[in-house]
């Protein structure tokens, strides 16, 4: 059934694109798919099966572009940028993302399971993914305050920084570490 789950999936996710989750009905979703109603209950077992499932793929697609930004073939400071830029995009572009990202649930999203990643899980994915795809010394830290740096975007927009102000801050030594303190 893995054609039929994907197209439920993708169903569930129009549907959500287009009303809050509490609106979303069963009906319409497998309708949308293709597929009996009978056979979306059999595959997640009601609707809060569907929206974990819902998030666990969006979770899965962005640490997929997480990957795709981390193997592109780039020094490792702009491979970190086009995993910051990604982690914006994603972000805004789809609220169960960004959701997971934040730990913000709005109330017309899939309600949240304590299963699911959570903002701090998905950060140390995404250092965990640097660190196997970066030789070492070229920071699976930085890939982490990367995201860290993303996210600052997605919950406070404004003016992002253009991808050399993004590698600039990025690539610049700590200057906290060793500054000193002006008289008390």
Not at 93 to 107: I, K, Y
Not at 126 to 142: C, F, H, I, N, S
């Amino acid at each position: 059934m893995p054609a039929a789950r994907e197209s439920l999936l993708d169903a569930a996710g129009a549907a959500l694109a287009a009303r809050p989750w509490p609106d979303v009905r069963m009906v319409d979703v497998a309708a949308a798919a293709g597929v009996s109603r009978q056979t979306l209950y059999n595959e997640f077992g009601g609707k809060a099966g569907l929206g974990r499932a819902l998030v666990r793929r969006e979770a899965d697609r962005y640490l997929d572009g997480v990957d795709r930004a981390l193997s592109a073939p780039l020094r490792a400071p702009e491979r970190l940028v086009a995993v910051a830029e990604w982690t914006v995009r994603a972000a805004r572009a789809q609220p169960l993302v960004r959701a997971l990202l934040t730990g913000s649930w709005g109330p017309g999203l899939p309600a949240a399971s304590r299963s699911e990643p959570g903002p701090g899980d998905l950060a140390r994915a995404v250092r965990d993914r640097a660190a196997a795809a970066l030789t070492p010394g070229e920071g699976p830290q930085r890939c982490e305050l990367a995201v860290r740096l993303a996210l600052s975007y997605v919950i406070a927009p404004g003016e992002e920084p253009g991808a050399g102000e993004l590698l600039g801050l990025l690539s610049a030594p700590n200057r906290t570490a060793g500054a000193r303190r002006p008289p008390g």
